[in-house]
Nanobody, 124 residues
Framework: QMQLVESGGGLVQAGGSLRLSCAAS????????MGWFRQAPGKERDFVAAISQRGGRTWYADSVKGRFTISRDNAKNTVYLQMNSLKPEDTAIYYCAADPRGIRLGMVATYDLWGQGTQVTVSS
């Protein structure tokens, strides 16, 4: 079974940037839609962005449109989340997830596989 490992989180000042990576093991990465979610303390896990198997289609939550960019490199089995103009409200644990079907990509329940998460903290 494919496994997902996130990296790239950290502490950054408001207005700064971070790039998250999610490396997948196994040979089937390119058959999965990939998504990024985030969960702040005491809150539900929320959709951030998703990307189709070949990267031709992307979807974003309204709260991150124009600031975050999702991309993937199937040769490296990796999906990325470039985060610019970060705000304190972006502080959360960020998770990547994989889904083979591509339906309802904004929903947590859609995804079969999850990484362990990486902490992003944005200071004001």
């Amino acid at each position: 079974q494919m496994q997902l490992v996130e990296s790239g989180g950290g502490l950054v000042q408001a207005g700064g940037s971070l790039r998250l990576s999610c490396a997948a093991s196994g040979r089937t990465f390119s058959s999965y839609y990939m998504g990024w979610f985030r969960q702040a303390p005491g809150k539900e896990r929320d959709f951030v962005a998703a990307i189709s198997q070949r990267g031709g289609r992307t979807w974003y939550a309204d709260s991150v449109k124009g600031r975050f960019t999702i991309s993937r490199d199937n040769a490296k089995n990796t999906v990325y989340l470039q985060m610019n103009s970060l705000k304190p409200e972006d502080t959360a644990i960020y998770y990547c997830a994989a889904d083979p079907r591509g339906i309802r990509l904004g929903m947590v329940a859609t995804y079969d596989l999850w990484g362990q998460g990486t902490q992003v903290t944005v200071s004001s």
